[in-house]
C-alpha cells in the first residue's frame, strides 16, 4: 500500500472511531444515535435535511464524514513527518485544530455548519475531534515506528 493509502486508511479508522464515539454520546444525552450523520447530511442536503431525516440523509453524512476523514488522514501524515517523535501528541493538538475550524470558522460560512456547531454540544465536538486526533496519532506513530524511524516511549 502506498504512503497516501496508508494514510487515508488511518484517516477511514481514525473517522470510524470518532463517529461510533460521537453517535454513542448523542445516543446516550437522548439527542438521538444518528444525530450527528443527520446533521452531516446537512452540509449536503441544506440546513433542513436533518429534521426531515431519513436513511438517506444519515448515508449522506456518513460517506461525507469518511471522505473527510481519508482527506484528513493524508494532511495529518504530511504534518507528523515533521514532527515524528510524538505522532500522538501532534494528533491531539490536530484534532483540536479541525473542531476549531469546523466549529467556529467554517460555521461562519456555511449555514449547516454553523446549525451543527450550535445543535452539538461543545463537549462531545471536542471529545469527537480529539479521539480523532488521538486515534490517527496513534496509528501514524506505530507505523513510523514499524518503519524503524523516531518514536518517543
Known sequence: MTTLGKSALFGLLAGMMMAMAGMMMTAAIGTGFFALPAMMGDIIFGPEAAVAGGAGVVLAGLMLHMMLSAMFGVVFALIVQRWPKDAIGT????????????????????????????????WIAIATHLIFGVAIGALERTAIARAGGPVRA
Open 91 to 122: 494528533g491531539a493538538i490536530f484534532g483540536i485544530a479541525l473542531w476549531y475550524m469546523n466549529f467556529h470558522l467554517l460555521a461562519r460560512f456555511s449555514p449547516a455548519a454553523a446549525a451543527m456547531a450550535a445543535m452539538t454540544p461543545a
